[in-house]
């Protein structure tokens, strides 16, 4: 069992607002990740980092920001919710094991609704 | 173009009967390939994880098979229970990035029927 936490699980707000969703992990793992993913379909990288104060974006262009202060603690922000970001947001950490077989842990989801 | 592509979309079998699932993918440089289980409104959890030089691997009633030459793989799942129903992904690792950029299929929906 992955030790990654993400809240809420679920959260359903109206367009325009602004919504921060959280994931914390307690392995220690330096990289952390966010991905975005509708029913049916592949899961698609928004946002990565390596480590603390490191964040990149990832392959799906997103309007959404994050934050690395802290290890572990990788937070997505919306700054203005619009119905078009509904989806299923999936973080995921891993290790510093390195190498070509370093397995992401994913936390259980957060399914956003924009009204 | 890097992609990966699962058969089928989805199945439905009877509890206690064997299934097979496919992936193909033409991501290239390869690095590793792994299957994920997806319980419905859950976060991905690793099943299994291949490398070039490996055939087959097994955890529990699962079994992956690669075929790195054909680029194929298969996950089997042995004697099923109502507990497998879920969505099986699988994710392919390049080289191409220190990141180790993952591919993912849309998985294949599997539900077993009492």
């Known amino acids: 069992e992955a030790d990654i936490y993400q809240t809420p699980r679920y959260l359903v707000i109206g367009t325009g607002k602004k919504i921060t969703l959280e994931c914390s992990q307690t392995?220690?793992?330096?990289?952390m990740y966010w991905y975005q993913q509708d029913p049916g379909m592949e899961l698609h990288l928004i946002h990565y980092s390596y480590g603390v104060n490191s964040t990149e974006k990832g392959d799906l262009s997103s309007e959404s920001t994050v934050s690395r202060i802290r290890t572990e603690h990788f937070p997505l922000t919306l700054e203005s919710a619009r119905p078009s970001h509904t989806s299923q947001y999936l973080c995921?950490?891993?290790?510093?094991?390195?190498?070509?077989?370093?397995?992401?842990?994913f936390g259980p989801g957060t399914r956003l609704l924009v009204l | 173009k890097n992609q990966v592509e699962q058969s089928p979309q989805s199945l439905i079998i009877l509890e206690g009967k064997n299934c097979t699932l496919q992936c193909n993918y033409t991501v290239s440089p390869f690095s590793n390939l792994r299957w994920y289980k997806q319980d419905t409104g859950r976060g991905p959890v690793s099943l299994t994880i291949m490398t070039f030089s490996e055939n087959t691997k097994s955890n529990g009633r699962y079994t992956a098979t690669l075929d790195a030459d054909t680029k194929q793989s298969s996950l089997h799942i042995t004697a099923s229970q109502l507990s497998d129903s879920a969505s099986y992904i699988c994710?392919?690792?390049?080289?191409?990035?220190?990141?180790?950029?993952?591919?993912f299929g849309r998985g294949t929906q599997l539900t077993v029927w009492p």
């Open positions: 994710v392919v690792s390049d080289r191409g990035s220190t990141l180790g950029r993952l591919y």
């Open positions: 392995m220690g793992h330096d990289k």
């Open positions: 995921a950490s891993s290790g510093r094991a390195g190498g070509l077989q370093e397995t992401q842990y």
